[in-house]
Structures are given as structure tokens and as C-alpha cells.
């Protein structure tokens, strides 16, 4: 009994919250929605493709530090990589299924960069360039464009041959800037598992400042994207959206840069917590005012 539950624990379902917002703001963007391809899609990847990989991870990693979402994770077995892979094929059955073809074959390509990331004859996580690309672009503009063909009438040409691509490219970009900040508590527990992580080669300054960097380009992105659009208000509204988080990062940086040891799990996760609240807030917003009230 203890295995199954500890099995389901670091699956860490609650964790998809955190990949929430690149749904939401590809379903606000898109045209012409399918109700029930928007929610086969967001069943797919929050509640089958995410908890997978973050299984698939756990059982490669045998966590025993802090990871996200879970302080304390319980140790992993063998029915927790059965179950990772359950969950893969369980996707790509109803992608392929109840979707279409080029959703699935997007999925796969997720499932198998996912892989590629924390297996332990690939193991890209010990890249610090390579891990960042892929994480930077699979669950930003990538899963963005998929979540578009999965859920609306577009295609990925159509996609490309839209002002699409400069939001998928902003939801790549806050990815990203995100991502070395997930990194920054785990340096020694990296390091113990032979992984060089970006966070360690930026060091605990340097990963704040890139992460400034990053978000200022998915800033300058957005900005240009809702101006083109003619909904300079959207860009007004996020920026009050992002306020709260805008005053922990500086908070935290400060904190940081005073004390190492400030670079801790609480208040990563901290700032991931109100990362999605404030982002998943804005990007449903915006689909009650493009999808539902239009």
C-alpha cells in the first residue's frame, strides 16, 4: 500500500499547476476552439504527459532531497517507472485517438525530449546548455503550438504563418527565465548525482541576473505581440498581474545575494507558487475576455 502511495505522491499531479500558464495563454490566443479537444488536451497533458515525466524523473533521480513540489519525497520503485510509462501510452492512445495526428506525434516529441532529459544513458540534465534548450523550448513555444493544434482549427503552418510564433516565443522566453530559479536550492544534490545544472554554472547571482534578462525579453515579446494586436490594455494588465511576483523576486534576489543559504526550497517554491497564481490569474482572464465574452 505504501509503494502505490508513495508512486502516486511523486507522479506530483498538483505540480502541473506550475506548467498551467502556457496552456492558458495558448487557448487565449487560438481560433476556433473545440470545447472538447480544449479539454481532451488539458486532461492529456496536466493529468498524463506532465505526471509521467515527473515520475520518469524521480525514478532516474532517487530523490532524497527536496524536489518540486514535495520537501520530503518518499522513495521510488519500480512501479513508479510502470507507471510513468502507463501514463506516456495512455497519451498517445487518446492524442492519437480522440485529437489528431500532429498533436500526437507533438506529444511524443515531448514525451521523448522528457526522456532524453533525465535518463541515465542520455541523461541531458547534465548539460547545462543542452538541458536549458530543451526545457526552454518543450515547455514553452513548443507546447504552446501543440496545445493550439490540439485544441483550435489552426495548423502548425498556420501557426508559423501567424504573429503567434512571438507569443509562443514569450512563453518560451518566461519559461526559461524561470527554470535556472528551480535549480537554485539544488546545487549540492546536483552535483551529488553528477549533473551540472545551469544554476551552478550562473552560480546564485548570476542566475537571478540571467532570469532578469530573460524576463525582460518575454516583457519586450509580449509587449510587441499585444501592440500588434491592438490590445496594448492585455500588456497594461499583465504587468499589474505581475507585480506581486515582480516584489518576491526582488525580495528573494536581495535576500540571496546577502545569504546563500537564502537559495533554499521554501522560498523557490515560494516563488513558483505565486508565479502561478499571479500568471494562471492573468492568462484566464484573458481567455474570458478572447474566448468568452467575444
Not at 488539458?42 to 518540486?68: E, R
Amino acid at each position: 500500500m505504501n509503494t502505490i502511495k508513495n508512486t502516486l505522491v511523486l507522479l506530483r499531479f498538483p505540480f502541473s499547476i506550475y506548467l498551467l500558464p502556457v496552456f492558458l495563454f495558448a487557448i487565449s490566443q487560438a481560433q476556433g476552439l473545440n470545447s472538447t479537444k480544449t479539454f481532451l488536451v488539458f486532461i492529456i497533458l496536466h493529468f498524463l504527459i506532465y505526471p509521467a515525466s515527473n515520475g520518469y524523473n524521480s525514478y532516474m533521480d532517487q530523490d532524497t532531497d527536496s524536489i518540486g513540489g514535495l520537501e520530503s519525497p518518499p522513495p521510488s520503485t519500480r512501479l513508479l517507472l510502470y507507471a510513468s510509462l502507463t501514463l506516456d501510452v495512455l497519451a498517445i492512445v487518446l492524442s492519437l485517438w480522440l485529437v489528431n495526428v500532429t498533436f500526437t506525434l507533438m506529444a511524443i516529441g515531448y514525451i521523448l525530449a522528457s526522456r532524453a532529459y533525465s535518463s541515465r544513458s542520455i541523461r541531458l540534465k547534465k548539460y547545462p546548455i543542452i538541458s536549458f534548450l530543451v526545457v526552454f523550448l518543450f515547455q514553452g513555444a513548443f507546447t504552446f503550438m501543440m496545445v493550439i493544434v490540439g485544441s483550435s482549427s489552426l495548423s502548425l503552418i498556420e501557426i508559423f504563418d501567424s504573429k503567434l510564433v512571438f507569443a509562443a516565443v514569450a512563453a518560451s522566453l518566461m519559461i526559461g527565465g524561470g527554470y535556472p530559479l528551480t535549480q537554485i536550492y539544488q546545487h549540492q544534490s546536483d552535483a551529488d548525482n553528477g549533473d551540472r545544472t545551469l544554476s551552478m554554472v550562473l552560480n546564485y547571482k548570476g542566475t537571478f541576473l540571467f532570469s532578469i534578462m530573460l524576463f525582460g525579453m518575454a516583457g519586450i515579446c509580449l509587449f510587441a505581440y499585444f501592440w500588434d494586436q491592438q490590445n496594448i490594455s492585455h500588456f497594461l494588465i499583465f504587468q499589474l498581474f505581475s507585480a506581486p511576483l515582480l516584489m518576491w523576486f526582488v525580495i528573494w534576489m536581495r535576500k540571496v545575494w546577502k545569504n546563500n543559504e537564502a537559495a533554499n526550497y521554501r522560498n523557490t517554491m515560494r516563488m513558483n507558487n505565486i508565479s502561478a497564481i499571479c500568471m494562471n490569474l492573468f492568462y484566464g482572464m484573458l481567455i474570458v475576455i478572447n474566448q468568452i465574452t467575444i
